[in-house]
């Protein structure tokens, strides 16, 4: 399946007569709980990997959130398990994710999909309570859904054993590796039955992920179905170039322009998530605010607030908005143009899902020169340039000194741009809420890094806490 097929499946969906799920080889039962989810049709991970998996075989699929690729697994899965209870603290299968949202959305999934079949699953997950997760183990689960350090806690206090396992699901291995799970995830492969079925996916298949499908993976079959630069054609995308200190008005004039219904506005650091949100709050905008720093119970209150309409505006950072699912968003912002080029894709796929029209609009200044270049090259499109009403735009010409100026990286530029709005009526450094931007800057918290662990736990040794000083005590073996 071409690439570019994968990347605007849903667009699809209309047109000419294509694969349904009865095609697949899934019992009645599980057809019958995709019907009631409404599915029509398979995306093509869904298509290539669903069969796949229910021959037995090890899958090594190069997919991203977005894909549909959560059902390519789920959906098999629970066709291979129906039939066979599980015994107490011996789950039958095993889904590894990187984060806590992203657990919690394949828990949703097979809840969702799983209404006539009668399989149980735990949910084991940092920041929530150690109790009811021993009980639910304590019951016997067909399907665990862990992030790796709970996992391996619970696991060292005897609660769970892994020996029955017989269907490994690593999910999202290339936030694993940037997180600094490798190690745990090594050590629970290890303690895995080695006869059993590894289902390993990844937005990339950078070298090390490669060299780790290969220990972890027995003659899979690759199935990949989403270049990382394809951006949906029903996404219309807009780029405003301003002055540093007009950022938030630009932002607002936005909102205000556009019929906005619901919104992610993403921010590289969880400091001027806060910052944002604060602002937002202040001129009367219907808002919430989601980065890894926020208790666990905050930061569900605030994603159930924004799935049922209740709040208009999400700001958020990547990592903590990555695995939200939220169908029909109307648009998203970018605040600040990611560090990472592939991280705008991820970004603005989340509008323009299944079809719809989706809106994306990102603001960025003279410093983000470079950050732009980066993301135009990787889509092969220069984004649109649209004005804000009102807001004196930064010219081309700006853009292009930024670009050949040596040496004036993010954060310690003080260019053209900055000089000019610094002390003028429009604000700048000395504005009351411009003071933290500078000292984020300088001091870049923990989720600012590129590849952030912004979900890093704030005690214990929980799933996130990379241990990077911890020797691999086996390896994986099949
Ligand atoms: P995922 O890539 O697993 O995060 O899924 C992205 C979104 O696509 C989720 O909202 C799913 O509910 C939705 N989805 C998954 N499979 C299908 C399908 N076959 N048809 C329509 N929507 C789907």
Known sequence: MAAEEAASWAQHEDEAPRTVFADLGLSELLLKGVEDVGYLHPTPIQEQAIPIVLMG??????????????????????????????????????????????????????????????????????????????????????????????????????????????????????????????????????????????????ATMAPEIRKLADAFLQNPKEITVSAPASVATTITAGLALVQEADKRRALRRLIRAENVQNALIFCNRKRDVDILYKSLSKHGFSVGALHGDLAQSVRFATLEKFKNNELQLLVCSDVAARGIDIGGLSHVFNFDLPFHAEDYVHRIGRTGRAGREGHAYSIATADDAKLLDAIEKLTGNPIPRISVEGVEPVSEEEMTEARESKGRGRGRSRGKSEERSGRGDRGGRGQRDAAPRRDAEARPARDEAPRSRDEAPRSGRGDEAPRRGRRREEEPRR
């Open 57 to 202: 075989r090890d899958v090594l699929g190069c997919a991203q959130t977005g894909t549909g690729k959560t059902a390519s697994f789920v959906l098999p899965m629970m066709d291979i398990l129906a039939g066979s209870r599980a015994k107490a603290r011996m789950p039958r299968s095993l889904i590894l994710e990187p984060t806590r949202e992203l657990a919690l959305q394949v828990a949703e999934n097979f809840v969702k999909y799983g209404q006539h079949m009668k399989l149980t699953h735990a949910l084991l997950i940092g920041g929530e309570s150690m109790n009811d997760q021993r009980d639910a183990l304590d019951k016997g689960v067909d399907v665990l859904i862990a992030t790796p350090g709970r996992l391996l806690d619970l696991f060292e206090r005897g609660r769970v054993m892994l020996a029955d396992c017989k269907v490994l699901v690593i999910d999202e291995a290339d936030r694993m590796l940037d997180m600094g799970f490798i190690p745990d995830v090594e050590r629970i492969v290890s303690m895995l039955p080695p006869l059993r079925q590894t289902l390993f996916f990844s």
